[in-house]
């Protein structure tokens, strides 16, 4: 009896998360995959006929938009290991007492609805709002000088909305190396930048990697920033497959557009892998 | 002793001068070296030894640079280098805790300080294989630190010190993370390293028994002082302070005025008969009061008053008989007030000498009393 509950135990913890991810993941993904086959409108319905052409179809119509985003994405990791990469490391070395404090600063805009906080942004980055009008009364830029529907104002906003998303796992990373080790680099004659180069920074990048992962897939589907910040030279997927479910009730072409948007993020995580090397991969799985 | 080394030592390998340090702790500055002179001879197997908390550690992370002295200097070879970042310090560290790169395999954490130093590859590849030899880690050149055990870490700490042939390797307690057969293993490991590369060994151990096999001289430390310097022969036979003669093994300590001193001994009257006779030769004058460290092993027990007895004899009751194996402890509290521990060798008697609650006549022979400071 009792070793019939032992073995039942394990299946029986997993039940409600597993029922959850069917009825709440699989399902929908179900609903979806067979959405993006049919044909139709509202009007009259939709029937499943296997029409992969929306597939073609959209892609054909919307790759801008898509390798648009895939490029935020990219460039908003980048510029968010550049920032957070700092901020990580001094907070796990020089916070001391107060890390915890710090940490939570991090993350206290997040208590704020990121809608608000965008919109915020939007105030912030206006042609003369705070930031931007006493620049050019001081006569640093020019009187026609723009930020807000540029690419840069999309990024920027990205950046700010997944920066503890890169903070956090580099802190963590950070935060496990032993500080004798660095020393022991230090004894054995590493200058303070080649105690980087070849120790503090290879064993922060299983934390590097979790932080692209965290950030990339996000900001490549984001269709917030892009709403609020930028203009119809912005748009991305997310915007797109947005306004197809939402405006234009395209059905079958939104799922189709998720999916082929899945699949090349799918596609470039495990390609970037491979190229960080699966043993790092590992590494962030094991911790 | 030694012949000397190609080069003439014409400087210490490591020396002190006038150093103190001072942590700064809540912002008061909390002493952890009170006040350092030392110098340590080239090639010399050197011990710092004394209780946690000392200031070994300290002492040790000054020489290798993470540390700056609050006052003094610290020289290596004659060169002063205090101030001088650690990574320009041509002394090594053996880390307690090995402190191995994780992310680097064998072969590359031995190769780490050689690279830095832009030795030539095929040279750096020489001396990383002739020095994993050295140290029995031949074959295990890519395994990763965490698939190797305790002793094999920190064989891997040892020959990325050694292999940069530094003018002194550091070792933080490096035996402490291992178990006692490894640990005893580990020590004649270590000596025979040493004569075999020459180097200068600071030595860092809480464990008395290791610092006294190990060692060349001993420098024995307590709340941030030297109490006594010397060779292990020399502070274990002759403590200079009462701290050392408690801490290097057991002592028994006794202290009374002295009652009659000539020709280089001096005598404490311990009642009828008894009595302790210790060497003082410089002299020391009647009716002062001095402290006697003897050690254990030295003194002979006896059921019976010995007929004749030409140095010190005390009376007592054993209160305790603990047994063993190649000696038998005996705890007698003697008449003069003071509980003493003596070590009877197992090789003649087959039965104890005494038994608890047995009155017995301890005695032993003026040379192995031993006056504390006088
Ligand atoms: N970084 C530090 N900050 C404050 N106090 C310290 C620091 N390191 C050591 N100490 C204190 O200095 C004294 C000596 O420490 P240490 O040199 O580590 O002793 P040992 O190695 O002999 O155990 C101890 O009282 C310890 O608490
Ligand atoms: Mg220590």
Known sequence: MDRVKRTLAPYLLVLPGG???????AVP??????????????????????????????????????????????????????LAFPVAYWIAFYGGRRKATYLFLILLPFFVSFVLRTISWRMLLTDDGVLLHP???????????????????????????????????????????DPRVVEAARDLYASPVSSFTKVIFPLALPGVFAGVLMTFVPASSDYVNSELLGSSETTMIGQVIQSKFLSNSDYPSASALSFTLMAVLLVGIFVYARALGTEDVMKVAAR | MTTPPSTPAAHPAIEFAGVRKDYISHGEAVPAVKSLDLAIGQGEFFSLLGPSGCGKTTTMRMIAGFEEPTAGKVFLDGKDVTGVAPNKRDVNMVFQSYALFPHLTVQQNVAFGLE??????????????????????????????KEMSGGQQQRVALARALVNHPRALLLDEPLGALDLKLRQQMQIELKRIQRE????????????????????????????????LGSPRDIYERPATRFVAGFIGTSNIIDGNVSWSDQGYA????????????????????????????????????????????????????????????????????????DFVVFDQNAHDAE???????RVFLTWAPQHSYPIGV
Not at chain 1, 34 to 46: A, R, W
Not at chain 1, 151 to 170: D, K, R, W
Not at chain 2, 116 to 129: H, L, M, P, Q, S
Not at chain 2, 206 to 224: C, K, P, W, Y
């Open chain 1, 19 to 25: 029922l959850w991810l069917v009825v709440f993941f």
């Open chain 1, 29 to 82: 993904m179900a609903t979806m995959v067979s959405l993006s086959l049919q044909e139709g409108d509202v009007v009259n319905g939709f029937v499943f006929t296997g029409h992969w052409q929306n597939y073609v179809e959209s892609l054909a119509d919307y790759q801008t938009q898509l390798i648009r985003s895939l490029v935020y994405g990219a460039v908003t990791s980048f510029v968010l290991i550049v």
């Open chain 1, 135 to 177: 620049l050019k009364e001081a006569g640093i830029l020019p009187g026609d000088f723009q930020v807000l529907g540029s690419a840069t104002a999309v990024i920027a906003g990205l950046v700010y909305s997944f920066l503890p998303f890169m903070v956090l796992p580099i802190y963590v990373a950070l935060e496990r190396i």
């Open chain 2, 116 to 145: 830095r130093r832009k030795i030539a590859k095929d040279e750096i590849k020489r001396r990383v294989g002739e020095m994993l030899e050295i140290v029995s880690l031949t074959g295990m050149e890519r395994r990763q630190p």
């Open chain 2, 197 to 228: 590369v020459g180097i200068t060994f600071v030595y860092v151990t809480h464990d008395q028994g290791e610092a006294l096999t190990m060692s060349d001289r001993i420098a024995v430390m307590n709340g941030g002082l030297i109490e006594q």
């Open chain 2, 267 to 338: 005598v404490l009257d311990k009642g009828p008969g008894e009595r302790v006779v210790v060497p003082v030769p410089g002299g020391v004058a009647v009716g002062r009061n001095i402290e006697v460290s003897i050690r254990p092993e030295k003194i002979d027990l006896h059921r019976t008053i010995p007929a004749e007895v030409t140095g010190s004899l005390l009376s007592g009751v054993v209160s305790e008989v603990v047994y063993h194996g190649t000696s038998t402890n005996y705890t007698v509290v003697t008449s003069a007030g003071t």
């Open chain 2, 352 to 358: 104890d000498v005494a038994s608890r609650g047995e």
